[in-house]
């Protein structure tokens, strides 16, 4: 069964604790990405990785931190730092591999963070 | 820069009816132009993807859309609504960086 996983489903946090969100696949995907949807903005991206060991930050990194050591993780830690860090959070990856703009991505379910 | 426009928030049809959610592009490149739809509290799934080879593209559950570079248009559209049809859709350009993507438009269907 292929996919892509996240978890918690759910996650509930007080503010001025760090919070990791976990990001699985299988798919023996290279690229994967984290966005952050909020209603009436669609998906804004915070970070991506094409490869192993290594990590780009995208339009809304800021309080936000990864790490990429194995191809088939990417977990993302909300830190305290993150001034408004409820929303929904979702996970995708792709062949990457230096593809072309076909490469489609793939996405998980998704984490609902509230902050408390 | 590269952007994309939904241009409605929201759009209501009556089941058996056609559906039409309008999408336009702003590229500098040719671009790659994806349709995914989400259910509440879901995951993003694909429904079809352009990739300059045929203008018309079909996806899954009847869905199409056509890529007018003319009109740098990509909308989406489906003969006859179903009620399983009711959700959020979100248009998405790649030119070559990571996905830029739409506001998203959701769909509402009335039995």
């Known amino acids: 069964d292929g996919g892509i996983t996240q978890s918690p489903k759910y996650l509930f946090r007080k503010e001025g604790q760090n919070v990791t969100l976990s990001c699985e696949q299988n798919?023996?995907?290279?690229?994967m990405y984290w966005y952050r949807q909020d209603p009436g903005q669609g998906l804004r991206l915070i970070y991506y990785?094409?490869?192993?060991?290594?990590?780009q930050k995208g339009d809304i990194a800021e309080g936000y931190s990864v790490s990429r050591e194995k191809k088939e993780s990417f977990p993302l830690t909300v830190t305290s730092a993150q001034k408004n860090p409820t929303a929904f959070y979702l996970c995708?990856?792709?062949?990457?591999?230096?593809?072309?703009?076909?490469?489609?991505?793939?996405f998980g379910p998704g984490t609902r963070l509230t902050v408390l | 820069a590269q952007s994309v426009t939904q241009l409605d928030s929201h759009v209501s049809v009556s089941e058996g009816t056609p559906v039409l959610l309008r999408c336009n592009y702003s590229s500098s490149y040719s671009p790659s132009l994806f349709w995914y739809v989400q259910h509440p509290n879901k995951g993003l799934q694909l429904l079809l993807k352009y990739t300059s080879a045929a203008t018309l593209v079909k996806g899954i559950n009847g869905f199409e859309a056509e890529f007018k570079k003319s009109e740098t248009s990509f909308h989406l559209t489906k003969p006859s609504a179903h009620m399983s049809d009711a959700a959020e859709y979100f248009c998405?350009?790649?030119?070559?960086?990571?996905?830029?993507f739409g506001k998203g438009t959701r769909l509402s269907v009335i039995a």
């Open positions: 998405v350009v790649r030119p070559n960086t990571p996905l830029v």
């Open positions: 990785s094409q490869i192993v060991n290594d990590f």
């Open positions: 798919l023996n995907h290279d690229a």
């Open positions: 995708a990856s792709s062949i990457g591999r230096g593809s072309t703009s076909t490469d489609t991505q793939y």
